[in-house]
């Protein structure tokens, strides 16, 4: 099957299930796994900071984040359509009753700082007290642009609040740019990396920060359940993603432009044109929709067909998967398109 839901649905290489399955472990809750400790190592060298955390999931380190930066009756400022605000059931404000303030975002996924000036809220009894401003990136393939980086990092010194990047894509945001990670994340607090997206590893994600930050970040792993024990098999799929899976992104993301092209050509909308990472919005009608899911299913092409369709390229899609899709879809809208 192709499969263009999501990165997520990547399967790790034969190389990397070899690499797992030599690593060496421990119990990391003692801090005893070297390959756990390896990995968040070379997670703190790549990001610039301090010290790493592995989590089994992104939702858990953007958890851990939230709970680490802000306390009870305490709220962060972050995007209207942010994962750590959307999509993550609303963890920070159940588990931590931290308040979001949400805000609308620009198309490249940036909040204005202006807005975001007007939401800090005075220190006065009526307000929970504003103590971080969350970005994403890259949000919805989007990457931020890192003069925007760059004047938020500023921003947020000014004002007292901390800078957190949800990075659960970063290392396409880096290889898009053309900058080594560090020149993106100079610009953060704290960030978190998803290992398991088109990094291509079965479980995983890494929470980085400053020493003293981590250290309180491990209580709340702790207490949200995430204390593992032999992780090292894990985290050895994640040291191999690090160090082979990060520059190949580029043919995700050249695989994405022509899948635009290809598709424009026969008739197909874009949505917000311009795919810049491995992610692509097309528009149809609801009644289009409805048909093009089963009839790609049928033909071994799964998508999440609706009125706007996410299409994501990822290291188990080829060029010649993608000729397959474009001519699959050319015959479909022969047959369904009045
Ligand atoms: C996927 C994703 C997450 C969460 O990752 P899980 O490992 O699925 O919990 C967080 N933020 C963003 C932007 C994501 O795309």
């Known amino acids: 099957m192709i499969d263009l839901r999501s990165d997520t649905v990547t399967r790790p290489s034969e190389a990397m299930r070899q690499a797992m399955a030599h690593a060496e472990v421990g119990d990391d809750v003692y801090g005893d796994d070297p390959t756990v400790n390896a990995l968040q190592e070379l997670a703190a060298k790549l990001t610039g900071k301090e010290a790493a955390l592995f989590m089994p999931t992104g939702t858990q380190a953007n958890l851990v984040a939230l709970l680490t930066h802000c306390q009870r009756g305490e709220e962060y400022i972050v995007g209207q359509k942010a994962h750590n605000y959307m999509y993550e059931a609303g963890g920070a404000a159940v588990l931590g009753s931290i308040q979001p303030q949400p805000l609308d975002m620009d198309a490249d996924g940036s909040i204005p700082l202006d807005k975001v000036a007007a939401a800090i809220k005075p220190d006065d009894i009526h307000f ?17 642009p890192l003069d925007y980086l760059q004047k938020a990092f500023e921003f947020t010194r000014e004002k007292g609040l901390a800078l957190h990047i949800d990075g659960a894509r970063i290392m396409n945001a880096s290889v898009a740019l053309k900058v080594p990670l560090i020149e993106i994340t100079q ?17 995983g994600s890494v929470l980085c920060g400053s020493r003293e930050y981590i250290t309180r970040a491990n209580r709340w792993r702790k207490m949200t359940g995430g204390g593992w024990r032999q992780a090292g098999i894990l ?104």
């Open 235 to 338: 985290a050895a799929a994640g040291i191999y993603a690090l160090e082979n899976n990060v520059e190949r992104l580029q043919e995700d993301h050249d695989n994405a432009v022509w899948l635009e092209q290809q598709l424009r050509a026969i008739g197909v909308e874009i949505a917000a044109p311009g795919a810049q990472t491995n992610i692509l919005y097309i528009k149809q009608s609801a009644e289009l929709a409805a048909k093009l899911g089963p009839w790609m299913r049928e033909r071994g092409v799964i998508l999440s067909a609706g009125p706007l369709t996410r299409l994501i390229t990822h290291i188990d899609i080829s060029r010649a998967d993608l000729q397959k899709v474009v001519s699959l879809w050319q015959d479909f809208l022969q047959h369904h398109a009045k």
């Open 128 to 144: 929970a007290r504003t103590r971080l401003l969350s970005l994403e990136n890259t949000h919805s393939g989007k990457v931020l």
């Open 187 to 203: 610009y953060c607090d704290t960030l978190t990396i998803c290992l398991s997206k088109g990094l291509g590893t079965p479980v």
